[in-house]
């Protein structure tokens, strides 16, 4: 599973404008229900529904919201550039300003599981978070976020 696999140019959010972290989650779900055409309630329930069982904050700076939900057709990935760091009650506790959402159908299974650890792989690159935090383009933002791994070492 490629990270190609998941986002679309459509699904890249350069600088989202959000003060907490209900309202970046609430912003996700408008623009996930744009992407998959489910409803926005239904998405951001489910995001909500996640992050009482823990945060998704995972560190660095970076959260990977997720859940899964009925009626949709794949996987869907959604990647945000915060215009500024916001509270997400983080694991290490500093403000997040990467977030990468994740949406799968019910039935994903194990594959919903290889995408969580693909996103979380790619963010746990440092100079790959790096590019991400230095640029404001959205083509930029996708480039750097699906370049294959092998050109990466090159």
């Keep these: ?25 609430q912003e996700l779900a408008r623009r996930a229900a ?4 489910l409803h926005e309630r239904a998405v951001f329930d489910v995001l909500l529904e996640r992050e009482r069982l823990g945060t998704t904050g995972v560190g660095n700076g970076i ?6 939900l009925p009626n949709l057709d794949g996987l869907h990935g959604l990647f945000a550039r915060l215009e500024r760091p916001i509270n997400f009650d983080s694991i290490d506790e500093q403000p997040v300003d990467l ?3 994740l949406l799968a159908p019910e039935s994903a299974g194990a ?3 290889k995408a969580l650890a693909r996103v979380s792989r790619l963010l746990r690159d440092k100079s790959i978070c790096e ?5 404001e383009k959205t083509d930029a933002l996708y480039a750097l976020l699906t370049e294959s791994p092998a050109s990466r070492a090159a």
């Design 34 to 37: 744009e992407i998959t055409g």
């Design 131 to 135: 590019k991400l935090r230095g640029t």
């Design 1 to 25: 599973m490629e990270i190609a696999d998941l986002i679309t140019p459509q699904s890249i959010i350069a600088n989202l404008r959000a003060t907490s972290k209900k309202q970046a989650l």
């Design 63 to 68: 959260a990977i919201p997720h859940g899964k």
């Design 111 to 113: 594959d919903h599981l």
């Design 99 to 101: 977030i990468f959402l």
